[in-house]
T-cell receptor, first 114, second 116 residues
């Protein structure tokens, strides 16, 4: 099974500043999909951004962008202009193109300081 | 559009009791999943169903059974609940296009289960 590692259990950022959340993964596959999910206190899981491994260009969704380093098996999430509503648990996830299973990291709890 | 719905939202069980968690999606998705979330453990896959009529074990299937009742519904059953099954349970669904661009999962709001 693939493993996904989030080495930062907790992070904090000042409102309007930028923060980067780290994620590494282990795989022998050359093609796969990576995701960042947000889980606010409501516990609802919300997709933030996704990246296809065959694409060299880093995905961007408004204030959210990723730094995808395929050789290093690294997939970090950058949140720019942090807002109070960004406070949540963030999960990194991996999916093989040939399988149905998703593998999640243990999450990073992000606090936004006013 | 309701998306993925789960019932109940919260349940307390005594050790040894049984119960079924219900999940339904109205997005015509092929694949459905059950996860459990425990503190410091992230989400772990219990069972999934790639399509109607099929189910497969995930990472932590022991103590659970599932039924893919039809394309919309995927239930999770605890036959004899144990305190170790205290957790938050999430159902998710996905349109499985095989090798197509990585369709993501859509999650339900979760069921909080406490086993005493």
């Amino acid at each position: 099974a693939q493993t996904v590692t989030q080495s930062q259990p907790e992070m904090s950022v000042q409102e309007a500043e930028t923060v980067t959340l780290s994620c590494t993964y282990d795989t022998s596959e050359s093609d796969y999909y990576l995701f960042w999910y947000k889980q606010p206190p409501s516990r609802q899981m919300i997709l933030v951004i996704r990246q296809e491994a065959y694409k060299q260009q880093n995905a961007t969704e408004n204030r959210f962008s990723v730094n995808f380093q395929k050789a290093a098996k690294s997939f970090s999430l950058k949140i720019s202009d942090s807002q109070l509503g960004d406070a949540a648990m963030y999960f990194c996830a991996y999916r093989s193109p040939t399988g149905n299973q998703f593998y999640f990291g243990t999450g990073t709890s992000l606090t936004v300081i006013p | 559009n309701a998306g993925v719905t789960q019932t109940p939202k919260f349940q307390v069980l005594k050790t040894g009791q049984s119960m079924t968690l219900q999940c339904a999606q109205d997005m015509n998705h092929n694949s459905m999943y059950w996860y459990r979330q425990d503190p410091g453990m992230g989400l772990r896959l219990i069972y999934y169903s790639a399509s109607e009529g099929t189910t497969d074990k995930g990472e932590v299937p022991n103590g659970y059974n599932v039924s893919r009742l039809n394309k919309r519904e995927f239930s999770l059953r605890l036959e004899s609940a144990a305190p170790s099954q205290t957790s938050v349970y999430f159902c998710a669904s996905r349109m499985n296009w095989g090798l197509a661009v990585g369709e993501t999962q859509y999650f339900g709001p979760g069921t909080r289960l406490l086993v005493l």
